[in-house]
């Protein structure tokens, strides 16, 4: 090719290149424009939070969805859930791969009671397989017998000691074990005492005083004349007489009253003298030995009464809203022939053992057949005084380390978990004091598998609104 005619077809060609060069140019500006605008769009509407007033009107033919309606426009989605293990969690109806039962529908709590979102719903098939009954919560009159054991104790006031009341050597014994029967004015013990001797001979000199006080009066001439005493020797005989009785004070207090009448009849004292019970009852204590020189207030004996004896009655705490002062009490005896004993309650304990925990409660009962033995075990029954109460049965309450709680019916087959306080249990029923209203209805028997599935439905609410705050 010829050198002008080369250099005329490149610079045909360069005129071509630098006229498309400029088209394409133009093209990717736009484009690139296109997109800077696209991305300012749409990151400007994320930092404001979605407000509607910047979105762009390019996207103005777009239908926009109202977050309330999200619920009406994409129904919730059914699931099951194991009653015994809330772990088990399908999509849709079978059986449970731990346990076999079969999976009850869970639904979201929302979609069925706003405003209750711990509750759970159960169609009526449901609540027939699970075997819910529903009882109504009202005004009851319980009453109960409670049941208890009593042990046979002395009555306090009915124990006394004998103390030495002088002082001497014990001679002999006549009780010589714990435990032994002794009926008033049994001998005990036999004393030497100079202090008693010597009250003796005081006391038979005063009978031989006495005596020739009242001689003239009794010799044969007094009764043949006209014989008056003196009045100093009607004083002398009142001394003698106020005397006299003085020393017989003494002497029942030492416990050998038995003294006076023997001495008024030989005029001899004795040097060794027995001492009497008082009172009857058994031996408790004996704390003197044959040999033992003893004194004045020297504790030597202790005896119980028997006459009348207490029935202590340990209780627990959770009974005393039962039981008060004067409720009759029935006490069988171990006999099976043997009557059983009609009494009141009469004392019941302020404070709490802190070994056993219980409260003592006490029943006073007589007995002067000796029926019962201090030691022995009797069965008790308090008759409690009928209480007038809000109850539902027994098994209508869960138990929790949180308190008691019933699953309450709101009707259509739903059902929410209530927080209630008890009172007073009876055999079937239980008081309901806060948490329900006369008229409530709650679920009877299979209340564990409807807080189950009430704890899993609430459960699965919270990992939905977790999961979908995740999103944004």
Not at 73 to 100: E, R, Y
Not at 127 to 155: C, F, K, M
Not at 206 to 215: F, G, R, S, T, V
Not at 367 to 393: E, R, W, Y
Request: aromatic share 6%.
């Amino acid at each position: 090719m010829a050198s002008p005619e080369k250099k005329r077809y490149l610079k045909l060609l360069d005129a071509l290149v630098f006229k498309h060069t400029k088209l394409w140019l133009g093209v990717c500006a736009i484009a690139i424009l296109v997109i800077i605008g696209y991305f300012y769009v749409g990151h400007s509407a994320n930092r404001l939070d979605g407000n509607a007033s910047v979105a762009p009107a390019a996207r103005s033919n777009l239908d926009q969805i109202n977050p309330s309606d999200k619920t009406s426009a994409k129904p919730a989605k059914k699931l099951w859930v194991c009653p015994m293990h809330p772990q088990v969690i399908k999509d849709q109806p079978g059986t449970c791969p731990i346990c076999g039962m079969d999976l009850v529908e869970m639904e979201p709590p929302s979609a069925h009671q706003p405003g209750h979102s711990h509750g759970v719903y159960l169609d009526t098939a449901s609540q027939q397989n699970l075997g819910v009954r529903l009882a109504v919560a009202e005004w009851q009159t319980l009453s109960q017998d409670i049941h208890a054991y009593g042990n046979v104790v002395a009555d306090e006031s009915l124990v006394f000691n004998l103390s030495s009341k002088l002082e001497g050597v014990i001679k002999k014994l006549h009780v010589t074990s714990v435990g032994q029967q002794v009926e008033a004015g049994q001998a005990i013990y036999e004393i030497y005492s100079p202090e008693l001797l010597k009250t003796q001979f005081e006391y038979v000199e005063l009978l031989k005083e006495k005596n020739i006080l009242l001689a003239p009066m009794n010799s044969e001439d007094a009764h043949t004349s006209d014989y008056t005493m003196t009045e100093s020797d009607m004083m002398a005989v009142k001394m003698n007489a106020k005397s006299r009785n003085l020393y017989t004070e003494k002497f029942q207090y030492f416990d050998a009253d038995q003294l006076i009448e023997e001495l008024n009849t030989t005029y001899r004292p004795r040097e060794v003298v027995e001492i009497r019970a008082p009172q009857p009852g058994f031996v408790t204590k004996i704390e003197v030995h044959e040999g033992s020189a003893v004194k004045p207030m020297d504790n030597l004996f202790s005896f119980a009464n028997t006459s009348r004896v207490w029935i202590d009655l340990p209780l627990f705490p959770d009974q005393l809203a039962w039981i008060k002062n004067g409720d009759e009490v029935t006490v069988r005896l171990p006999k099976s022939n043997a009557p059983e004993i009609k009494a009141r309650l009469q004392f019941i304990s302020p404070m709490v053992d802190s070994t056993t925990r219980t409260i003592q409660a006490r029943v006073s009962v007589d007995n002067t057949k000796s029926q019962l033995l201090i030691g022995s075990f009797l069965d008790v029954i308090i008759h409690a005084k009928p209480h007038k109460a809000l109850a539902v049965p027994r098994s209508a309450v869960m138990r929790t380390g949180k308190g008691d709680w019933v699953m309450l019916a709101e009707g259509a087959g739903h059902f929410s978990p209530v927080q209630v306080e008890t009172g007073i249990e009876a055999a079937d029923t239980i008081e309901i004091t806060a948490g329900l209203q006369a008229g409530d209805q709650v679920a009877v028997n299979g209340q564990f598998l409807l807080d189950a599935a009430a704890s899993m439905s609430d459960a699965a609410q919270r990992m939905h609104n977790n999961h979908g705050a995740g999103k944004h």
